[in-house]
């Protein structure tokens, strides 16, 4: 595995720890938050130490979205269905169309622009700016995910 993937798993790492809280991802794994914390370190003393699988099932069964499987899947080529949207899912009444899903694209692209317009007016985007582009570009992904899961679902009649 290259560098740049290891440190994307470990990002991910990081936002899956962080999404369900340290004291919560600490009850639920059994491991310490300094452990946790070396999980997701990108110090070259932690760089081939990774969190187990193990406690990534605990910590995505808590957490708002399953953050290191989706990075696993990007990682080689795949992707995931994830929530009520998942593919063979029946649309249920008043669920979004795919309306919806380009107004909430549209939306989150423009807010993407708008962060990056910000981050490049001084000529260089700091670790802070390139983190709030990343977190936008994440939530865009997510939509364009929902978008097609749902395209799929009605494509199926």
Do not use: W
Not at 10 to 21: A, P, S, W
Not at 54 to 71: K, N
Not at 80 to 95: C, D, F, H, L, Q
Not at 110 to 119: D, G
């Amino acid at each position: 595995m290259g560098d740049k993937a290891k440190t994307y798993l470990k990002r991910h790492t990081e936002r899956l720890i962080k999404d369900v809280g340290f004291a919560a991802a600490c009850d639920l794994t059994g491991r310490s938050k300094a452990t946790l914390g070396r999980y997701f370190s990108e110090a070259e003393e932690h760089a081939d130490r990774f969190i187990p699988v193990d406690a990534v099932a605990a910590l995505e069964a808590a957490a708002s979205f399953p953050h290191v499987t989706a990075a696993l899947a990007e990682l080689n080529g795949g992707q995931i269905a994830y929530g009520s949207a998942r593919r063979n899912s029946v649309r249920a009444p008043g669920e979004p169309g795919v309306n919806s899903h380009v107004i909430a694209l549209s939306q989150r692209f423009a807010i993407l622009m708008a962060e990056y317009h910000l981050s490049i007016e001084d000529g260089v985007i700091s670790v802070n700016e390139a983190r709030r582009l990343l977190e936008e570009t994440l939530e865009l992904q997510r939509v364009l995910v929902d978008m097609k899961l749902r395209l799929e679902a009605d494509s199926r009649g």
